[in-house]
């Protein structure tokens, strides 16, 4: 269980709550072949903190589940497909929250990395939560389109600026 | 009869919408790239019967994945397509009066050669554009080519990494859309001249330089899955046909001996052009361990470097670093 701070982040404020990363899902475009997927999944398998993956190869998408304990880093799984020649199509994860109201813009860090909702409407979120990853590394060119208004670096302040910022959508 | 059943191919494959693509192509390089970090090794082999003597170059070829974009490949072949000497009575004479004129004429071929190292091929290739979606992709890649191979080469048509020492560069398209594939490959070949010895009838020796043609190459590939209909498991075999397409345009070569340039009477060593047609199979074992075999057929005129049936047989297995990042 990995126990973090989920910090609301305005100007440089936190609140601390536990969460939990259990999986990510993400679909692999660009490729038909099954030694296609295999060098997906070896790239994949270099990744540090990644404990087991379940590829479709009928889907070409892949579930990765998370060592014990250790710090995941969203962009290094893109990157392990990228790396392998291929793109992602969509990145998900499974998060646990423990009765987190969130709203457009709400920012929290997580495992030394800041978090930007982007939402329409303002909910609670408590329990398995699925959200799914906004960016060039998580989306194609087309389906980034009309996110692209919306990432406006809320959650970069002057304490954050260096780190990078993800955003993420339910 | 065969053009007919080629077309008839061709067409079958472009209106084939339940079948997967493959683009894992025996001769030409689709636009995609080896994984990064990620070492290639394939053994070649290609003979052909040249009246009584069987030809062959089989070679080494060590692939690396240098970054998800940027594929670099040592070549290393050896064959006895050619002697250590170019052709004896390569260069004729007659007489005109009191002139004595040369020619470079039709020389004898099918004679056997010993094996020999010819030497090694660098190749780089970098994409340049992708287009991703799901199960479909469009790929622009740009290579570079570069032989150190020096052998007594004796036809016009530059071979780089078989025959010709020399550079070559070049683009590669690839397609793959509802469940079809494509890859155009288009480039040129700047081939070196071969500097060595051309036996006179009388057995003198006789410095002879030939400047083979600059050639333009153009590749077509297709290719599909046969087996497995759908993926479940890396175990299962893949069976892939593919068609290839390869043909090139090159220019006439010229043979120098003692400062002179010697005019060709052989269409060995005049200007040509060619396609061939080369239906393969392939079998992928475990994900990884391919096997490629095809034969190479003449389709548009032909090429003067190869006898037909021009078979092709590969092995080639990824090695993938296990260290973990």
């Not at chain 1, 910090?7 to 259990?22: D, K």
């Not at chain 1, 296609?36 to 990644?50: A, D, P, Y």
């Not at chain 1, 590829?55 to 962009?75: C, H, P, Q, R, Y």
């Not at chain 1, 392990?80 to 860090?109: E, H, P, Q, R």
Request: glycine share 6%; net charge positive; with cysteine.
């Amino acid at each position: 269980m990995k126990k973090v701070a989920l910090c609301l982040l305005f100007l440089g404020y936190f609140i601390s709550v536990s969460a939990q990363f259990q999986w990510v899902e993400i679909g692999i475009s660009g490729l038909t072949c099954s030694a296609c997927s295999r060098s997906v999944e070896m790239s994949l398998r270099k990744v540090t903190f990644i404990d087991s993956i379940h590829m479709n190869l009928e889907n070409t998408n892949a579930k990765v589940f998370f060592k014990n304990d250790s710090i995941v880093e969203i962009e290094k799984i893109a990157q392990a497909v990228i790396d392998a020649g291929f793109s992602v199509s969509y990145l998900k994860a499974g998060f646990i929250f423990n009765n987190v109201s969130i709203s457009n813009n709400y920012c929290f860090s997580f495992e030394n990395n800041n978090y930007q909702f982007l939402v329409s409407d303002s909910k609670t979120l408590n329990g398995k939560i699925i959200v799914r990853f906004i960016g060039d590394k998580y989306l194609s060119k087309k389906e980034l389109r009309p996110w692209k208004s919306k990432m406006n670096k809320a959650c970069v302040s002057d304490k954050t600026k260096k780190k990078s910022v993800y955003y993420i959508t339910l | 009869m065969m053009r007919k059943l080629i077309i008839i191919s061709i067409c079958f494959f472009i209106t084939s919408s339940s079948l997967q693509a493959q683009e894992l192509f025996p001769l030409c390089e689709p636009a995609s790239n080896i994984p990064k970090g990620v070492l290639g090794l394939r053994a070649i082999s290609n003979t052909y019967k040249e009246y009584d003597v069987w030809r062959n170059m089989s070679g080494v070829r060590v692939m690396y994945g240098l970054t998800s974009r940027l594929s670099i490949f040592a070549s290393f072949t050896g064959s006895n397509h050619h002697g250590i000497d170019l052709p004896t009575n390569l260069v004729n004479h007659t007489h005109l009066g009191n002139q004595t004129l040369y020619f470079v004429s039709p020389f004898q071929r099918g004679i056997p050669y010993p094996y020999l190292f010819n030497g090694t091929d660098l190749y780089a290739k970098f994409r340049v554009l992708s287009f991703d979606g799901i199960k479909t992709h469009l790929r622009v890649a740009l290579y570079g080519e570069w032989s150190n191979v020096s052998v007594a080469h004796d036809e016009a048509e530059p071979n780089l990494m078989d025959d010709t020492k020399g550079y070559g560069s070049g683009l590669i398209v690839t397609y793959l859309k509802n469940h079809f594939a494509i890859s155009l490959t288009s480039g040129f070949i700047i081939p070196g001249a071969y500097l060595g010895t051309s036996f006179s009838p009388y057995g003198q020796a006789i410095p002879t330089t030939l400047e083979y043609g600059k050639a333009f190459t153009y590749n077509l590939s297709m290719g599909y899955l046969l087996y497995p209909k759908h993926y479940s498991s890396y175990k299962q075999v893949n069976v892939n046909l593919y068609t290839e397409f390869t043909g090139k345009t090159y220019g006439s070569a010229a043979v120098y001996q003692l400062g002179a340039e010697i005019p060709i009477q052989t269409p060995l060593l005049q200007a040509g052009n060619y396609v061939d047609v080369h239906p393969g199979i392939q079998f992928i074992f475990n994900s990884n361990l391919r096997l490629d075999l095809s034969v190479g057929l003449p389709f548009i005129q032909q090429s003067y470097t190869h006898f037909y049936p021009f078979t092709y047989i590969a092995v080639q297995r990824y090695f993938y670093n296990p260290k973990k990042q």
